[in-house]
C-alpha cells in the first residue's frame, strides 16, 4: 500500500508541475491556456487557492508574466549588440517568437537563449540582416567561454625550462575556452562600434577565434593560413614538433617567412593568451 501511495503521490505531482510549466509559458496566457488544455478554471483551483482579491487565474498570470520578463531580460544581457542593432522593441517582439518556437527545457536560465542564433536565421529580424545571426553566435560564444570548464595552461617561464628535445615531443592542446567560428562577414570590425548607427558589415569571410583568458573571454581575427591549420590540429591534440610540420606544409599558402619561425611566433602568442595546455 505504501508503494502505492507513493506512486500516485509522484504521479500527482509530475501533473502538477506539467499543468504549472504549460501554462506559465502559455502564448496568450494562463486562461487561453486552460482552454488549449481541454482544461477549465476548477482543474488550476484545485491545486492553487484564490481569493477576493486575485483568482487563481491571475495568480498564476502574475507567474507567467515574470517568467517571460526575467528571460527578456537575462537574453538582453546576454546579446547586447543584438539589442543595439535591432532596438528594444524589436528585440522584445524577437523574444517573444522566440520562446513560442522554443520553449526552455532546461531550468538553468544560462541555456535560455542557447538556440537564438540558429532561429535568427529564419526569422525576419535575420532575414533582413543576414549577419545579426552570426553576431548573436559569437555573443552567445562569449557566454559559454565564460563558463567553460578550466585548464592550467602552459606559461613561457615553464617552456624555457625544457631541453630541445622535450620541447619537440611535448603534447599540448588547445585550453577547453576556446572555439573557431567561420563567417561569411566581417564581424569583428563591427564589434566595438556604435551599433545604435546603421550597421554594414563587409560580405566577405571570416575566421575568429574566441578564448577565456582568467575571466576575460577576448576574439580576434584569424588572418594566417598557416596559424589557422596550426590551431585545428592543436584541438585535436598535437605535439610541438607536429604543429610546426603543419606550418611547414602550409608554406604554399599565403603565409611570409621561414615557417619554422613562423610557427614559434604563434605557439609563443597562444601561450601569452593563456590558449596551450599539456597533454598527458
Known amino acids: 500500500m505504501a508503494a502505492k501511495s507513493s506512486g500516485t503521490e509522484s504521479q500527482s505531482l509530475r501533473h502538477v508541475q506539467a499543468l504549472f510549466y504549460d501554462l506559465v ?3 496568450s496566457g494562463v486562461e487561453s491556456g486552460l482552454i488549449d488544455r481541454g482544461s477549465d478554471a476548477a482543474e488550476l483551483e484545485a491545486i492553487i487557492r484564490g481569493d477576493a482579491r486575485l483568482s487563481a487565474i491571475e495568480r498564476l498570470d502574475i507567474y507567467a508574466n515574470m517568467y517571460f520578463y526575467r528571460i527578456l531580460d537575462v537574453l538582453r544581457d546576454e546579446f547586447p549588440r543584438v539589442v543595439a542593432v535591432v532596438g528594444d522593441v524589436a528585440f522584445h517582439d524577437l523574444i517573444t517568437d522566440y520562446l513560442l518556437a522554443h520553449r526552455p527545457q532546461n531550468p538553468s536560465l544560462r541555456e535560455a537563449g542557447s538556440r537564438l542564433p540558429p532561429y535568427l536565421v529564419q526569422h ?3 532575414l533582413a540582416r543576414p549577419w545579426l ?3 548573436a553566435r559569437l555573443e552567445r560564444t562569449h557566454r559559454e567561454l565564460f563558463d567553460g570548464a578550466d585548464a592550467v595552461p602552459l606559461t613561457l617561464v615553464g ?6 628535445e622535450a620541447f619537440a615531443t611535448m603534447g599540448v592542446r588547445l585550453c577547453p575556452t576556446h572555439a573557431i567560428l567561420d563567417s561569411a562577414f566581417a564581424l569583428s570590425a563591427i564589434w566595438t562600434t556604435c ?3 546603421p550597421v554594414h558589415p563587409e560580405a566577405r569571410s571570416e575566421r575568429l577565434l574566441v578564448w577565456r583568458q582568467d575571466f576575460e573571454v577576448r576574439h580576434r581575427v584569424i588572418d594566417s593560413a598557416g596559424e589557422s591549420a596550426m590551431l585545428e590540429a592543436a584541438a585535436e591534440g598535437a605535439t610541438m614538433g607536429e604543429l610546426c610540420d603543419v606550418m611547414t606544409a602550409a608554406q604554399n599558402q599565403p603565409d611570409a617567412g621561414d615557417p619554422a619561425a613562423r610557427a614559434f611566433q604563434f605557439l609563443a602568442r597562444w601561450v601569452d593568451d593563456g590558449l596551450l595546455t599539456a597533454t598527458a
Not at 617552456?159 to 630541445?164: A, Y
Open 25 to 27: 509559458t502559455a502564448p
Open 133 to 135: 545571426p552570426g553576431l
Open 124 to 126: 525576419a529580424l535575420g
Open 159 to 164: 617552456l624555457r625550462r625544457l631541453p630541445p
Open 195 to 197: 551599433l545604435s548607427e
